[in-house]
């Protein structure tokens, strides 16, 4: 089988950009503007300054499937599929309500695959697309304020991984995307639960949306496979590797700082 190398413009592409309304997705969404991308912004609250807004649960079939069809009705075609929308629940595993982790699921992994399987049909008959998924570097190295969070990154790295595979012969690409810690609204936004006391004090340290919504288009420029970014990341996933028992405890000691797990 023939792998292409897939060097997409986002000049003149439309974008299905999920989760514009807040943080990293709203950043993406001037930046993807800026380059000459028409932007489909699709949350639950409405986005000003994109080719088109559409407001969509994405945790329910029905209203993704809505969103799809009036993205195709106002730009023809969706060039690239980009599921930034996600949400966390900051509780221990065991005691993490099942309808929680059921709502998260749907948003950060059966939403992601959903939109996958409803545009990429039309990227595999053009013979040019990408799918771009925003799981975390949590989706490398588990955080134990989050773990079901992690799993469900860690899904979407999966998921991310095989389709780069299996499209590899397509002409289409899947990029994905390990943000670590940047400043947004995503802390206050959570379904349940509250961070860690180091880590919101840690958040001068954090990358700013724009930072990361640079490193975003840049990798769909040149078909990156994974996006870590700030790279320092990098670090963190070699020693968790590497050593990882210093970093469980690393990450056991930030947890008791919370002072309550
Ligand atoms: N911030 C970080 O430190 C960080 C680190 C690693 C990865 N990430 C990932 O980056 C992505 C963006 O997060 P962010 O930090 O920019 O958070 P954010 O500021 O809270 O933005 C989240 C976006 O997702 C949308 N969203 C959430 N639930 C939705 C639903 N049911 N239906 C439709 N849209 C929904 C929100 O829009 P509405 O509220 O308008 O629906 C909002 O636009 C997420 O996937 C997150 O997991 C963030």
Not at 80 to 91: P, R
Not at 178 to 195: I, M
């Amino acid at each position: 089988m023939l792998l292409l190398s897939l060097r997409l413009r986002i000049e003149g592409s439309n974008i299905f950009l999920t989760g514009a309304s807040s943080g990293i997705g709203a950043a993406l969404a001037v930046s993807l503007t800026r380059r000459g991308a028409r932007v489909a912004a699709v949350s639950r609250r409405s986005v000003s300054s994109v080719s088109v807004s559409v407001c969509a649960d994405l945790g329910s079939g029905q209203e993704r499937a809505r969103a799809v069809e009036e993205t195709l009705s106002a730009l023809g075609r969706v060039d690239i599929l980009i599921n930034n929308a996600g949400i966390g629940v900051y509780a221990p595993s065991w005691r993490t309500p099942m309808n929680e982790l059921r709502e998260m699921f749907e948003v950060n992994f059966f939403a992601a695959v959903d939109l996958a399987q409803r545009l990429t049909p039309g990227m595999v008959e053009r013979r040019s697309g990408m799918v771009v998924n925003i799981a975390s570097i949590a989706s490398k190295v588990t955080l134990p304020w989050f773990t079901l969070y992690s799993a469900s990154k860690a899904a979407l790295e999966a998921f991310t991984r095989g389709l780069r595979i299996e499209l590899a012969g397509e002409g289409v690409g899947a990029m994905l995307v390990c943000p670590g810690y940047v400043r947004t609204n995503f802390q206050a936004s959570v379904l349940g639960g509250k961070p860690p006391a180091k880590l919101v004090s840690g958040k001068r340290f954090a990358a700013t949306a724009e930072d990361v919504a640079e490193a975003i288009a840049d990798g769909i420029e040149r078909d990156a496979r994974t996006v870590l970014t700030p790279a320092i990341g990098w670090g963190l996933v070699a020693a968790a590797r590497l050593a990882p028992g210093l970093v469980d405890a690393r990450l056991r000691g930030m947890m008791e700082a919370a002072g309550d797990e």
